[in-house]
Every structure is written in structure tokens, then in C-alpha cells.
């Protein structure tokens, strides 16, 4: 099981993605935006995080880079998880910081194998 931080606006997304990683036995802890993302992460060190793009205020992009290049998070793994499908948005996502790109809806196998991966799960 692993603790997974997930940053998202919308109330949709989030009540169907926090049903997905719960069933498949991880501990959801949700945001709405993403300073307040960044905040939650460094005080409640999550194993993993999952980034929309298209927040209020900071977008993921930036909160992205921020969380990767911040000493206290740093090693947690943010997987983007967007609507935006296009390659640009995606090499753009990975150069922040990003250890992966998933365009929604993800399939519950995929995302969950991929969470699997980078927490060691």
C-alpha cells in the first residue's frame, strides 16, 4: 500500500481516481490546487504523486517543477496525469520533473502497475 497524493481540481476526477488507487489498496490524500499540493507534500511526505495539469493558480507544470526540485521532495515520484494528450505537453511534463505522463482517463491497470513500479510496490 502506498500513500499517494493526489492533485486535482476537479471533483469528478478526483472521486473516480481516489475509488481506483483505494480498491486497489492505496491511502488517498487529495488537494484541490496546487499550492496547496505542495504544501500537503511536504507535510505529509506521500510515496507518490498524481498531477493534473490544468489547475487554479499554479498549473501542474510549475508545481511539478517545484516539487522536484525541492530538497525536502525531491525522490517523491509525481506521475502527470492530464487531459492535454499532446507529445509537447508530455516531453514538457517530464523535463519538470515528472517520472511519468498518463493521459485520462488512464486505464486502472496501466496506472496502477505504473504506481506499482515507482513506489516499489
Not at 488537494?31 to 487554479?56: T, Y
Not at 525522490?75 to 493521459?103: C, F, H
Request: hydrophobic fraction near 40%.
Amino acid at each position: 500500500m502506498a500513500r499517494i497524493l493526489l492533485i486535482e481540481d476537479s471533483p469528478t476526477d478526483t472521486a473516480v481516481l481516489t475509488q481506483l488507487l483505494e480498491r486497489n489498496g492505496h491511502q488517498v490524500l487529495t488537494s484541490g490546487s496546487a499550492e496547496d499540493g505542495i504544501e500537503l507534500c511536504k507535510r505529509e511526505m506521500p510515496d507518490l504523486v498524481l498531477m493534473d495539469v490544468i489547475l487554479p493558480g499554479m498549473n501542474g507544470f510549475q508545481a511539478t517543477r517545484a516539487l522536484s526540485r525541492d530538497a525536502a521532495t525531491g525522490k517523491i515520484p509525481v506521475v502527470i496525469v492530464s487531459t492535454k494528450n499532446m507529445e509537447a505537453d508530455r516531453a514538457w511534463g517530464l523535463r519538470q520533473g515528472a517520472k511519468d505522463y498518463i493521459v485520462k482517463p488512464p486505464r486502472e491497470d496501466a496506472l496502477v502497475a505504473r504506481i506499482n513500479e515507482l513506489v516499489g510496490g
